[in-house]
């Protein structure tokens, strides 16, 4: 009886095996997944930074709006607890549920401690504020 000889294949012949391959899906796809996943979180840091910048640049055009009134009307113009909004035009661009209070230390006082305070709704749906705070004398 002869016996076949099947010429064997040689390791040096190329190609990846079945496990090599899923082995180099599995650990592409681990590192797509992570990925994804800082890029949304990227994306949320970026859009509440964006909010807060946006607050306080909404603070600080009406901060320039009270403090330009004279001394003497700031306190009958914008009353202790109310809502503060730009007299000239209504604020460029507001955040949803976003109005702005201006409130007094003592509003006899000389200097005038003037606290104005933005309250939005975030895009998540949290509630927000920011404050800023000057000094105005006669």
């Known amino acids: ?13 190329g190609g990846f095996s079945l496990v090599e391959l899923v082995t180099a899906v599995f650990i592409i796809a681990v590192g797509v997944t992570a990925l994804i996943g800082q890029l949304e979180a990227s994306y949320k840091v970026t859009a509440v930074n964006r909010e ?9 055009a009406v901060m320039e709006q009270v403090i330009s009134v004279p001394f003497s009307d700031i306190v009958r113009t914008y009353p202790n607890g109310t809502a503060a ?10 955040m949803e549920g976003e109005y702005i209070v201006v409130e007094y230390v003592d509003e006899n006082a000389d200097p005038l401690q003037i606290t104005l305070t933005v309250h939005w709704m ?6 927000c504020s920011r ?4 000094l105005r004398t006669r």
């Open 1 to 13: 009886m002869t016996q076949r000889h099947y010429p064997r294949r040689k390791k040096a012949d």
């Open 52 to 60: 807060t910048n946006k607050a306080t640049a909404h603070l600080q």
């Open 85 to 94: 909004c730009s007299q000239s035009a209504e604020l460029s661009d507001p």
């Open 122 to 127: 975030s895009f998540n749906g949290r509630q």
């Open 131 to 134: 404050s800023l705070t000057t």
